[in-house]
């Protein structure tokens, strides 16, 4: 099933989507939806990929469903669900599997190589930095936030010494850069 960009794609990444997350999930399903609105809201500036950052950003996470978890790295199992069960866009599963710089988390858990092999990184640096801005700026629980309280959020959660803390500490200038760059984009464009 080859996806065009289009209302279609994001339907069925939606209902894709809402199957493995929105029961054993929940929250992460409601994240999910809360990063597709920020996405909803990047028209302007993604035009024709619009479609295609809608659908990439109520997917990213679906790789944390339990069925899913197969390396417990929840980019590049959500990835290869959706290239292996579903035959997705490359694009989308690339942007999948690279979501806010997720190259930096495998690093932390020996899978940068394996991650990169299979699912280079998009050399489109807008869509690429589209997808962290709406993952970066919304809350666990899908409301808007900034890129700094969502980082802290996730150091306190998860702790500053554990994988996820030392990966996203990393992260963060190149998190706050990507969202700089999108929000001076949104910036430039006409009212
Ligand atoms: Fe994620």
Redesign the pocket.
Known sequence: MNQTVDGSLVDWAMQVAEAELSAVLPRRWAHSRGVARRAANLGQILREDTGLLLAAATL??V??APRLAATGF??LD?ARFLRDEHGADERLVRLVAN??F?SLEAEERRLREELEAEFPLLEEPLLVDALVYC?MTTTPFGEPTTAQERVAEIVGRYGADSIVGRFIRRAAPEIFAAVGRVEAALAAQPR
């Open positions: 990213h996470d790789g944390y929840h980019p959500g979501h806010s997720a993952d």
